[in-house]
Each structure stands twice: as C-alpha cells, then as structure tokens.
C-alpha cells in the first residue's frame, strides 16, 4: 500500500461524507493546537449553526406553550394534568435555554407574535375550535406566559396576574 492510498481524505470531503467523523477530527485538531489543519469554512458555518439552535429550540418551545396556554384558556373544561405538565416543561426548559446562554434573554419577547401566530393555528387543529375564534392578539403577555405559576382565566374572567 502506497503512502498515499494511506492518507485521510481532506476535511472538507469528510465533512460530506461523514459529519460526526468530521466533528471528531475537528476537536482533535484543536486539542492538538494544529490550527493550520482546520477545516475553517465548514467549522464556521458549523459554530454559527449552533447559536442558531438555541433560537429554533426556544421558539419551537414558545409555539408549544402558547398553544397550551390558548387551549387552557379556551377549554376550560378539558384541563388536564396532562396540559398543566406541558406548560411547565415547556417554560423550564426555556428557561435553562435562557440560563444557558443569556444574550437570548431578550428572544421570546423578539418572536413572541410570530409564535402566537403558530400556537393560535396549533390550538385551533388540536381543539376544533375555529381558528378566527382565537383572539387575534394574545390574551397573555411574554412574561405571563414564561411565569411558572400563571394560569390563564377562562374567557370572561379577567386574569389577576
């Protein structure tokens, strides 16, 4: 077997071929120190991918809770445990998200209608009730929604909050 035939291929086909194999050859590398050998393109895309997550995480989180929120408001009478899990779950791991990387502090409140919007189409598919019969504003502020104990009140009742 030659030399050649004996070398590994460069990063950037490994990074198409074989993603966590890259992933490993990349920390070795900067273990290493051998900043020379990175695959510097795809590294960056990569670490900026990340941060990225953190914010899909946080709204796909957000749609969850509001659609919980919406459906406990709406259907009062088919509150479950269930539901009140979901609720909690969703605002605590938005809120490790937050404690883990606290310049996204500020993201909820960011796409906070957008998530609304999502949640008002989720709640509607998941319930039966009409999506128009969903106010169109959110009956709750961000800060409602991420407090562990707030509840939303039926419609009717104002919410003390």
């Not at 009062?76 to 606290?102: C, D, N, V, Y």
């Not at 961000?142 to 509840?151: G, I, K, M, R, S």
Request: hydrophobic share 40%; aromatic share 10%.
């Amino acid at each position: 077997m030659t030399r050649a035939a004996l070398k590994p291929p460069p990063a950037a086909d490994l990074y198409d071929r074989d993603f966590y194999a890259w992933t490993q050859a990349q920390a070795e590398l900067l273990r290493a120190g051998r900043f020379d050998e990175l695959d510097l393109r795809n590294l960056i895309d990569e670490v900026a991918s990340v941060g990225g997550s953190e914010k899909r995480e946080i709204e796909s989180r957000l749609d969850i809770l509001l659609a919980h929120l919406l459906k406990w408001k709406f259907q009062p009478g088919a509150r479950t445990s269930s539901w009140q899990a979901t609720l909690r779950e969703q605002r605590m791991r938005i809120r490790r998200i937050l404690k883990s990387s606290p310049s996204l502090k500020r993201y909820p409140a960011e796409v906070f209608s957008e998530c609304y919007l999502s949640a008002r189409l989720e709640a509607a598919k998941e319930t039966g009730i009409d999506f128009s019969l969903f106010p169109e504003k959110p009956p709750f502020t961000v800060e409602q929604a991420l407090d562990p104990n707030y509840f939303p009140k039926e419609p009717g009742l104002l919410d003390q909050s």
